[in-house]
């Protein structure tokens, strides 16, 4: 008999993200993205595994994949592709997006689909910025841009605050946002948090995954969808692989990059059963929510 906690019951959605990008696309002040390049297959290897774990489960994910992957790994989109997971644009080469013009995320935005698009055949409609990049100053013509690309989703807010990232007092529910007192007809699909000692914290995903204890996790999970509200679960490839490369990087961003890899497969692994029935593509269900207003 269906527990009354079970995901299943309250008819809320998940969804499963994977972050493509290679094992040293990081955006810490100490490293230079343009001193890297790898030609190994740990990535295909990593992509291979999480695609297994999707299979195992009849589900599928959605992929915000960089677009110098495409460029360089093509194979590796079409495999994903293939298998019937979603395609979306996590930008060219992992560059910050608040560092950026107007001129230069609408560019870096339309090569990365391009590129995308140009493997698949298929339009992307998805978008997440590196390392949660969207600040406010950024929301003033985020948003009007991924509309000019033809996107109809962005799942790129942390709304809370860190020393990183992130827009405290942003709406942690699935919602077109209000910037200048227009509503964007961009959907935003933020992450979602918990409440702890006064500040808002992340749980399902990256570091947050790797940090919390897999059954808290799973926990969080449930509360949120019992309020209402969906979650992403996210991961990279890199956070599977203990074999992978590493950055020589400071105590707290090495801490923060690298914490928690060796049983984060596994955590990973029993999430995904546990909510099996409540995850989709991000596209299914955004465009569910626009047939919806019609």
């Not at 994910?61 to 790994?73: N, R, V, W």
């Not at 107007?102 to 409609?125: M, N, Y």
Request: positive net charge; hydrophobic residues 35%.
């Amino acid at each position: 008999m269906m527990n009354a906690k079970s995901p299943k019951s309250t008819g809320i959605k998940n969804f499963i993200t994977f972050d493509i990008e290679e094992w040293y696309a990081a955006n810490f002040d100490s490293v230079d993205l343009s001193q890297f390049s790898d030609d190994t297959n740990h990535l295909e290897k990593n992509v291979d595994r999480l695609l297994k774990i999707c299979d195992e489960n009849s589900v599928k994910s959605t992929c915000f994949i960089l677009g110098e992957i495409a460029a360089t790994k093509p194979h590796i989109i079409r495999k994903i592709h293939d298998r019937g997971h979603e395609i979306a644009s996590h930008s060219l080469a992992h560059k910050l997006v608040y560092t950026m013009t107007q001129d230069e995320f609408r560019e870096d935005l339309r090569q990365s689909c391009d590129l995308l698009e140009q493997i698949t055949g298929e339009k992307v409609v998805g978008y997440r910025a590196p390392s949660w990049s969207v600040n406010e100053e950024v929301l003033l013509w985020f948003y009007e841009i991924l509309e000019e690309q033809g996107i109809l989703y962005s799942s790129s807010v942390f709304p809370g605050k860190t020393f990183l990232y992130g827009i405290p007092g942003f709406p942690q529910k699935i919602h077109q946002p209000v910037v200048n007192g227009r509503q964007q007809k961009i959907w935003e699909i933020p992450q979602s948090l918990f409440s702890f000692a006064g500040k808002n914290v992340g749980f399902s995903g990256g570091f947050y995954l790797r940090f919390f204890p897999g059954f808290f996790v799973r926990n969080q999970l449930r509360k949120a969808n019992q309020q209402g509200r969906s979650v992403f679960v996210y991961l990279h490839p890199r956070e599977i692989d203990t074999k992978a490369p590493r950055l020589q990087l400071p105590f707290i961003e090495k801490t923060i990059h690298y914490w928690g890899i060796a049983g984060c497969e596994k955590k990973f692994i029993r999430t995904v059963s546990a909510f099996q029935p409540t995850f989709v593509r991000m596209s299914d269900y955004i465009r569910q929510l626009c047939d919806n207003k019609k």
